[in-house]
């Protein structure tokens, strides 16, 4: 399966996938010599397997068949979900305790962000239904 990149260039499902693996790690990673357990942790939350998730991080995998990689753009889509509700959170309790114009203002761009995450995984699943 190929995608097409932002400049219309073809993508090959291995390197979206690796992609989606490796930012996710990137993110969940608390530190040096954490990369396993990161790996474990999301194995947990989205029920893809530590070996298909460590040789997508290594750049060890040859094939990526179009469910795997429906399944890891859709884990990919939760977990930045996930993150911005968190930011989401933190700006409104910061907010709370001294309110701050560039807050209200990165408030508004996190709500923003969220709307387009979700919107992104609702045409997910329309797409899904039609095929």
């Known amino acids: ?4 990149s932002e400049q219309g260039m073809p993508v090959s ?6 992609r989606y693996v490796r930012r996710m790690a990137e993110i969940e990673t608390r530190g040096f010599g954490d990369d396993e357990l990161a790996l474990r942790r999301l194995e947990a939350k989205f029920g893809i397997g530590y ?8 750049g060890r ?13 859709a884990a990919y889509l939760s977990y930045v979900e996930q993150k911005v509700d968190t930011l989401q959170h933190e700006l409104a309790t910061e907010r709370a305790i001294a309110p701050d ?3 209200e ?3 508004a761009q996190a709500s923003e962000l969220a709307a387009k995450i979700k919107a992104a995984k609702i045409q ?6 039609r095929g």
């Open 101 to 103: 114009a560039d807050l």
């Open 105 to 107: 203002l990165l408030e």
């Open 124 to 129: 997910r699943l329309i797409r899904r239904g």
């Open 51 to 58: 070996w298909t998730l460590r040789y997508l991080k290594l």
């Open 1 to 4: 399966m190929r995608t097409k």
């Open 13 to 18: 499902s291995v390197a979206s996938a690796t």
């Open 61 to 73: 995998a040859a094939t990526v068949d179009s469910e795997l990689l429906a399944r890891l753009k």
